[in-house]
């Protein structure tokens, strides 16, 4: 059975930092690519950051420069560091495999709130 559990998450003024965590359990880590995603109030949920086996990593243009998506396989973990935070980051944050979300199944965990204000 997928777990995920996101921590981290807080309020902060604009242009500070946060660093989220994520532990995962339920499918191989080390072979499967990891995302966060994030979905604001109203909106719909999207992709920000994505990190593959080999570290590889991708970001929404919108974070690009600002967050930084890092993985430790021993710790079955993924981390989202996020810095110069806007007010349009506030969202809740969530972590999962990649390919899970692409089928459409699986679950989701409870995610972390991030809110940044003006």
Do not use: H
Not at 44 to 54: F, K, M, N, T
Not at 67 to 86: G, P, W
Not at 98 to 114: I, Q, R
């Amino acid at each position: 059975q997928v777990q995920l559990v996101e921590s981290g998450g807080g309020l902060v003024q604009a242009g500070g930092s946060l660093r989220l965590s994520c532990s995962a359990s339920g499918r191989v880590f080390s072979l499967n690519a990891m995302g966060w995603y994030r979905q604001a109030p109203g909106k719909q949920r999207e992709l920000v950051a994505s990190i593959g086996i080999r570290g590889n990593t991708n970001y929404a243009d919108s974070v690009k420069g600002r967050f930084t998506i890092s993985r430790d396989n021993a710790k079955n973990a993924v981390y989202l560091q996020m810095n110069s935070l806007k007010p349009e980051d506030t969202a809740v944050y969530y972590c999962n495999y990649v390919a899970t979300v692409a089928s459409g199944t699986g679950s989701w965990g409870k995610g972390t709130l991030v809110t940044v204000s003006s």
